[in-house]
């Protein structure tokens, strides 16, 4: 698993990285790592890859390193310059007969675990899934503050995280992004990319991505509550 926290959040803003806000008293990051060592077991033989910016090494990530790997197998790679990057270079420490990688934001600290757990067993079949919302919105195009059409939402879902790739599938899919010059925004979109199908899991709303400050108080709401 390839927990990837090395953002900077810079919609959020303030001094603290995004994947280290506190939720609860507990940092973003550790609340995703604690539910995906709920969903997949860290002493069963699989492990969890934290990806993080070089510059919190010595200090975010300090005071909760140990807390993290008492979790299981928890290693750590250097963020890169692009969510690609940092995914190389997450997987290029774990072990060679990894046969599943699921890729996760920090920032989806609420992440619903028997979805995440559905999203690896569609993986195991297909070879890449991730997790979806239906969009319930209509949408919007617009320009210079106008709109210039309204979008059909039909078939339209909104991507979440965890995604799963076949590891062999994902090897192929970044060789061929670098070929092409490809840069994906979300994991399996390599996939797509290369032209493989990508099976869908239903995600939660309340798998929230915390992006914008609004969004840390109604995390906060849903964990306190129990919602999520």
């Not at 926290?5 to 994947?19: D, E, H, Q, V, Y």
């Not at 609860?24 to 550790?30: D, E, H, I, M, S």
């Not at 750590?76 to 774990?94: H, K, T, V, Y």
């Not at 709303?205 to 964990?223: H, I």
Request: contains cysteine; neutral net charge; proline residues 5%.
């Amino acid at each position: 698993m390839l927990l990837l926290a090395a953002g900077r959040g810079s919609r959020f803003g303030g001094p603290i990285p995004k994947a280290y806000l506190p939720l609860l008293g507990k940092p973003l990051v550790l609340h995703s790592a604690e539910r995906l060592a709920r969903a997949v077991d860290l002493r069963a033989g699989n492990q969890l890859i934290v990806v993080v910016h070089r510059d919190d090494r010595s200090s975010h990530l300090l005071p909760i390193q140990a807390a993290l790997q008492a979790l299981g197998d928890v290693r750590f790679a250097e963020g890169g310059d692009s969510r690609q990057e940092s995914m190389q270079n997450g997987l290029a420490i774990a072990d060679a007969d990894a046969d599943l990688i699921l890729v996760h934001d920090a920032a989806r600290a609420l992440f619903p675990i028997n979805a995440a757990q559905e999203c690896v067993a569609a993986a195991a079949a297909s070879g890449a899934a991730l997790l979806a919302l239906p969009v319930p919105d209509t949408l919007k195009r617009v320009c210079d503050g106008h709109v210039t059409a309204t979008v059909d939402r039909t078939n339209l879902w909104q991507a979440q995280t965890p995604q799963v790739i076949r590891r062999d599938l994902l090897l192929r899919a970044f060789a061929h992004a670098t070929a092409t010059g490809f840069a994906g925004t979300d994991d399996v979109s390599l996939v797509e990319h290369l032209g493989e199908r990508v099976a869908v899991v239903m995600g939660s709303a309340t798998n929230l991505k915390v992006t914008r400050p609004e969004d840390l108080p109604l995390a906060t709401a849903l964990l306190a509550a129990g919602i999520a």
